[in-house]
Nanobody, 121 residues
Framework: QVQLVESGGGSVQAGGSLRLSCAAS????????MAWFRQAPGKDREGVAL???????ITADSVKGRFTISQDNVKNTVYLQMNGLKPEDTAMYYC???????????????WGQGTQVTVSS
């Protein structure tokens, strides 16, 4: 069973930066795809960025050039570096993992509890 614990959220002014972390436990083979999603109140969940265990990333167009996903396989941690934050980035951010290849529009098997990001103008 995979457990995911997010951290690093908070409140920041527009233009600022935050780095989210997702600490994972459980079998590595259950974490082939790891992704960050976000959901703002009243809006659908949106896939933000995805990284595969052996490399390769996908980033949503809405955050491309501002957000970067990376991983440390020794620490079993996935990061989301967020620069140039905008008020529309305000949302609950969730880490997700799946043992199979997944895209940003598919559902994942394992989810964290989320960490709140609030960007003020």
């Amino acid at each position: 069973q995979v457990q995911l614990v997010e951290s690093g959220g908070g409140s920041v002014q527009a233009g600022g930066s935050l780095r989210l972390s997702c600490a994972a436990s459980g079998a590595a083979y259950d974490r082939y795809s790891m992704a960050w999603f976000r959901q703002a109140p009243g809006k659908d969940r949106e896939g933000v960025a995805l990284i595969f265990r052996f490399g390769g990333t996908i980033t949503a167009d809405s955050v491309k050039g501002r957000f970067t996903i990376s991983q440390d396989n020794v620490k079993n941690t996935v990061y989301l570096q967020m620069n140039g934050l905008k008020p529309e980035d305000t949302a609950m951010y969730y880490c997700a993992a799946d043992p199979a290849w997944r895209s940003l529009t598919e559902t994942y098997q394992f989810w964290g509890q989320g960490t709140q990001v609030t960007v003020s103008s």
